[in-house]
């Protein structure tokens, strides 16, 4: 999957979605949050083709998909897909995740469009709306003008 775009609440909830029904369907989950500035795509293959002792399936989110650029790592990753496709393993799960609207079109045109989404920042005329919802679930209610401030103090998205 490649998840990318400045809207992280919601691109967040949509990884933790696909983390749980993972989660529910092998029992056990062996999980890994990197990053692309620390990590070589090599490492990543290596964890998610590596079988573990204690879990059913491997989960591995790596964010900054911005920084894979180099032709040897979008090899990697390629060989990785063709991989799982010639083989139909089920049992793990990569997404690539990045803050920018855009990563390098080689990386980009390795993941089929069924897998790609781009989360945009929420429309000013839902934030008011989104925001009173938040807090009315959690037991809350608040002000319009509450909102507003709140709006001004933070980034511009719903995880903050």
Request: net charge negative; with cysteine.
């Given at each position: 999957m490649?998840?990318?775009g400045?809207?992280?609440?919601?691109r967040?909830?949509e990884?933790e979605?696909?983390k749980?029904?993972t989660?529910?369907?092998?029992?056990?989950?062996?999980?890994h949050?990197?990053?692309a500035q620390?990590v070589?795509?090599?490492?990543v293959i290596?964890?998610?083709q590596g079988g573990?002792?204690?879990?059913?399936a491997?989960?591995?989110?790596?964010?900054?998909?911005e920084l894979?650029?180099n032709?040897?790592d979008i090899?990697i990753l390629?060989?990785?897909?063709?991989?799982?496709k010639?083989?139909?393993?089920?049992d793990?799960?990569?997404?690539l995740v990045?803050d920018?609207?855009?990563?390098d079109?080689?990386?980009e045109n390795?993941i089929?469009?069924?897998n790609k989404?781009?989360f945009?920042e929420?429309?000013d005329d839902r934030?008011?709306?989104w925001l009173?919802?938040?807090?009315n679930?959690?037991?809350?209610?608040?002000?319009?003008?509450a909102?507003e401030t709140?709006?001004?103090?933070?980034?511009n998205?719903?995880?903050?």
């Amino acid at each position: 999957m490649l998840y990318i775009g400045p809207e992280l609440g919601l691109r967040n909830e949509e990884i933790e979605k696909h983390k749980l029904e993972t989660e529910k369907k092998f029992g056990s989950l062996d999980y890994h949050l990197l990053y692309a500035q620390d990590v070589s795509v090599g490492e990543v293959i290596s964890l998610l083709q590596g079988g573990s002792l204690f879990a059913e399936a491997r989960f591995v989110v790596l964010r900054n998909a911005e920084l894979i650029k180099n032709k040897e790592d979008i090899e990697i990753l390629l060989n990785w897909i063709n991989g799982i496709k010639s083989q139909k393993y089920d049992d793990a799960y990569l997404f690539l995740v990045s803050d920018e609207t855009s990563v390098d079109k080689k990386l980009e045109n390795l993941i089929p469009k069924e897998n790609k989404q781009i989360f945009w920042e929420m429309f000013d005329d839902r934030k008011i709306p989104w925001l009173k919802n938040f807090f009315n679930k959690n037991g809350y209610k608040i002000e319009d003008d509450a909102c507003e401030t709140i709006l001004n103090l933070i980034e511009n998205n719903t995880e903050a």
